[in-house]
Every structure is written in C-alpha cells, then in structure tokens.
C-alpha cells in the first residue's frame, strides 16, 4: 500500500484503466493501481478533481490536508462505512487498568526512543555535555519505564524527558544556527509536521 503526497499546486490527475497518474508540469510523475493506494496527504491549498473524489469515496482512501508548514487542516473520508473493530474490545479494556499502564508505557517508550533518535542524528557531527546527558538520560528512563508503578509515574518520566530534552534542542540549535540552512523555525516544522503524521497515523 503507498501514500501519495501532494505539494504542488500544478499537479494534474488522471484515472485509467483502474490505475491513477498523477502529472506535474505535464510530465507523468506517478502511476499506481487504485487498489494499491492507502491514503493522500495534500500540502497547501491543492483541490483534487471530481473524478479522483469519487474514487477516494468509493474505495475509502483517507485525504489528510495540511498546511505547507504542516499543520493540521482536515481530514477528508467516508466514515459510514468504516467499522469499528475494535469498538467492544476498547469498551471492554476501558476499566482495565494493567492494560491501560501496558498501553501508556509502549507510548511514551516509543515517544523517548524518538526524541533519543532525532537528538542522535543531530549530534553525529556535533556534540556537547548537555546533548550527551540528555541521550544518557532517555535512555535510562526507557530502561526504567517497566518499573514505574502506574500511570501516574509514566507521565513524571515523560515529563522530565521532555524537559532535559528541549534544554538539549536548545543547546542544538545554539550551534546549527551560524549555519544558513537550518534555522529554528525549519526544525519547529519538521517536529510539527511528523507530530501531525503520527496524529493520522493513530486515529485512522
């Protein structure tokens, strides 16, 4: 299954023989089968045409619309025949707390193993005393995640992993700034941006 992504506004579409093309500036960048499609992501004020709208409603495929930075706009789907799996099982585990302290731990391991990637990749060039506590820490605080005693817990060691790690964002960008190239605002969208593709991702 693949997404398309769509951030130019002279794109054009075309529906054949049950595959989708997709052209820019009159050239043919993209021809796959509608089956194979999971979802689009528009950047900016892009309108898909009649033909491809009838096509994601008929074979329910998801439309994420954000904004060029982006930034959440909207979500475009046929909910009404969307079931939900899922639905008794979430109703029935609502009270179940093992489950639900289960669930918050694999979250906010998978938030802290993030964060420690992204400041990982950032220090492969360049790296300080603050940067190096701040990928010790994290990684002690996965470790110690299994122990933490209820939900509670898990939301402290969250929050202490995101203080000593927007210190060592900052200590980041103190040195990547003399570079014209990256800049605060490029690194803000990038966070935004994967914040909001893991947003779609949860809630599809």
Same mark, same amino acid.
């Given at each position: 299954?693949?997404?398309?992504?769509?951030?130019?506004?002279?794109?054009?579409?075309?529906?054949?023989?049950?595959?989708?093309?997709?052209?820019?500036?009159?050239?043919?960048?993209?021809?796959?089968?509608?089956?194979?499609?999971? *979802?689009?992501?528009?950047?900016?004020?892009?309108?898909?045409?009649?033909?491809?709208?009838?096509?994601?409603?008929?074979?329910?495929?998801?439309?994420?619309?954000?904004?060029?930075?982006?930034?959440?706009?909207?979500?475009?789907?046929?909910?009404?025949?969307?079931?939900?799996?899922?639905?008794?099982? *979430?109703?029935?585990?609502?009270?179940?707390?093992?489950?639900?302290?289960?669930?918050?731990?694999?979250?906010?391991?998978?938030?802290?193993?993030? *964060?420690?990637?992204?400041?990982?990749?950032?220090?492969?060039?360049?790296?300080?005393?603050?940067?190096?506590?701040?990928?010790?820490?994290?990684?002690?605080?996965?470790?110690?995640?299994?122990?933490?005693?209820?939900?509670?817990?898990?939301?402290?060691?969250?929050?202490?992993?995101?203080?000593?790690?927007?210190?060592?964002?900052?200590?980041?960008?103190?040195?990547?700034?003399?570079?014209?190239?990256?800049?605060?605002?490029?690194?803000?969208?990038?966070?935004?941006?994967?914040?909001?593709?893991?947003?779609?991702?949860?809630?599809?």
């Amino acid at each position: 299954m693949s997404t398309i992504y769509i951030t130019e506004q002279d794109v054009s579409f075309k529906i054949q023989h049950h595959y989708l093309k997709v052209f820019h500036q009159q050239n043919q960048r993209i021809c796959i089968p509608i089956r194979n499609l999971s *979802q689009f992501i528009i950047f900016g004020n892009i309108s898909l045409p009649k033909q491809v709208i009838q096509i994601v409603h008929s074979h329910q495929i998801p439309v994420l619309y954000l904004t060029q930075t982006g930034e959440y706009l909207g979500r475009l789907e046929n909910p009404s025949q969307l079931q939900a799996k899922y639905l008794t099982s *979430q109703r029935r585990r609502a009270r179940d707390t093992e489950f639900n302290r289960a669930t918050a731990e694999s979250i906010i391991w998978a938030k802290l193993h993030n *964060q420690h990637t992204f400041l990982q990749s950032w220090t492969r060039h360049h790296a300080n005393h603050t940067t190096q506590r701040a990928l010790n820490y994290l990684t002690l605080l996965m470790d110690n995640l299994p122990i933490a005693p209820g939900i509670d817990e898990l939301h402290e060691y969250s929050e202490e992993a995101d203080n000593i790690y927007y210190c060592a964002l900052a200590s980041l960008l103190t040195f990547y700034n003399e570079c014209p190239r990256t800049t605060a605002k490029r690194i803000s969208q990038l966070i935004n941006l994967g914040n909001q593709l893991l947003h779609q991702l949860t809630i599809h």
